[in-house]
């Protein structure tokens, strides 16, 4: 069984018995590699490497059954987001990280009982998370880091669970120069 499925049937089996079953599970994702040899260049497109970090995001979440996929609008974002959508036979909408508490709002009225894939950026999915109501489970995501999923579960009596996990190939510990995240 896949990882991301265990970890949302551990975080669903804190629910306290006879609750409401009403629930909203994200996947919240940095985008893959991208590339960085243009310092100019502010919607670079992804290296092979995150190419094939996007194959695998989707594989992972193949039999999760992702209902909508989330992304901001620049190139990395939304070729990571992509290989998922395409799976799921679903379109990736655009989100504006500059107004997440109005995402928030949107993604928990949307997607009650569904299964949601948000695709940002090391300096937006954990301000992400705190929008939707959960606690960031690490201070900061550093620039070289590609793996991590972070996982949330939202009951429908407000509590919330909120995992992290490692996905796909192993981040370089080589530090890339960035100039957007």
Same mark, same amino acid.
């Given at each position: 069984?896949?990882? !991301?499925?265990?970890? !949302?049937?551990?975080?669903?089996?804190?629910?306290? !018995?006879?609750?409401?079953?009403?629930?909203?599970?994200?996947?919240?994702?940095?985008?893959?590699?991208?590339?960085?040899?243009?310092?100019?260049?502010?919607?670079?497109?992804?290296? @092979?490497?995150?190419?094939?970090?996007?194959?695998?995001?989707?594989? @992972?979440?193949?039999? %999760?059954? =992702?209902?909508?996929?989330?992304?901001?609008?620049?190139?990395?974002?939304?070729?990571?987001?992509?290989?998922?959508? %395409?799976?799921?036979?679903?379109? =990736?909408?655009?989100?504006?990280?500059?107004?997440?508490?109005? !995402?928030?709002?949107?993604?928990?009225?949307?997607?009650?009982?569904?299964?949601?894939?948000?695709? +940002?950026?090391?300096? %937006?999915?954990?301000?992400?998370?705190?929008?939707? +109501?959960?606690?960031?489970?690490?201070?900061?995501?550093?620039?070289?880091?590609?793996?991590?999923?972070?996982?949330?579960?939202?009951?429908?009596?407000?509590?919330?669970?909120?995992?992290?996990?490692?996905? +796909?190939?192993?981040?370089?510990?080589?530090?890339?120069?960035?100039?957007?995240?």
């Amino acid at each position: 069984m896949k990882k !991301f499925i265990c970890l !949302f049937l551990l975080l669903a089996s804190i629910t306290v !018995f006879g609750q409401s079953n009403k629930e909203i599970r994200i996947v919240l994702v940095r985008h893959a590699e991208k590339m960085t040899n243009d310092p100019n260049e502010k919607d670079p497109e992804l290296t @092979e490497k995150g190419l094939q970090r996007a194959q695998d995001l989707a594989k @992972e979440l193949e039999d %999760t059954g =992702v209902d909508a996929v989330y992304s901001t609008d620049y190139k990395r974002t939304r070729n990571t987001a992509q290989p998922t959508a %395409t799976l799921n036979k679903i379109q =990736v909408q655009i989100y504006d990280a500059n107004k997440l508490k109005e !995402f928030a709002e949107k993604v928990l009225k949307e997607n009650v009982d569904k299964t949601v894939l948000i695709v +940002g950026h090391s300096n %937006t999915i954990l301000e992400t998370i705190e929008a939707l +109501g959960g606690t960031r489970p690490v201070e900061a995501i550093a620039d070289q880091e590609y793996n991590n999923a972070f996982l949330m579960l939202i009951k429908a009596d407000g509590s919330i669970n909120v995992g992290m996990l490692k996905y +796909g190939a192993a981040s370089s510990p080589t530090k890339d120069p960035q100039m957007m995240h």
